[in-house]
């Protein structure tokens, strides 16, 4: 490697913590780590999000906000991660968008995948009943990954 390659494969990291609380490698680690959660907030520049549309002038709304969406963004992670470990455990895939088998869909596919269910709601006299329209194999099969609580939502024994 020459002299030039080596100077631009340097970079500087700086942090405010000292060196006997955070090594040198957990510090590059940490940095290298941001990515994931700089991904997680894509959804905010998402035209489906609109939120070029909010208009929000107090910064304790602005703060409830952001605080809703950084707890949404958590939900989310969990959910697409134990979707994935659920998929690695049981050595199932699902299709990706061109048909393939992939064991590391995103949530976001994952929804798309689920578009289509429909709950109808039955009254007769006092008696309420609640049946899905819509659940394919494919669909149930995601639904039981996500878990017991998910399949009794969805009446999947």
């Given amino acids: 490697m020459d002299r030039l390659q080596k100077v631009a494969a340097c970079y500087i990291?700086?942090?405010n913590i000292h060196e006997e609380h955070l090594s040198?490698?957990?510090v590059l680690y940490a940095y290298k780590e941001q990515n994931h959660a700089e991904?997680?907030?894509r959804f905010l520049k998402d035209p489906l999000f609109?939120?070029?549309s909010l208009f929000l002038k107090k910064p304790s709304r602005i703060s409830a906000l952001l605080m809703v969406m950084v707890l949404s963004l958590l939900v989310y992670g969990i959910a697409e991660r134990r979707m994935r470990n659920?998929?690695?455990e049981q050595q199932e895939t699902v299709p990706n968008q061109i048909n393939q088998p992939t064991q590391t869909p995103t949530l976001r596919w994952i929804?798309?995948?689920?578009g289509g269910?429909?709950?109808i709601k039955i009254t007769v006299g006092n008696r309420v009943k609640y049946v899905f329209d819509g659940i394919t194999k494919l669909k149930q099969r995601i639904l039981l990954?996500?878990?017991d609580a998910v399949a009794n939502i969805y009446q999947i024994s």
């Fill in 13 to 15: 990291i700086g942090t």
């Fill in 24 to 26: 040198v490698q957990e």
């Fill in 39 to 41: 991904q997680g907030f």
């Fill in 50 to 52: 609109f939120a070029s």
């Fill in 86 to 88: 659920r998929l690695a």
């Fill in 111 to 114: 929804f798309q995948l689920m």
């Fill in 117 to 119: 269910i429909s709950r």
């Fill in 145 to 147: 990954l996500f878990g």
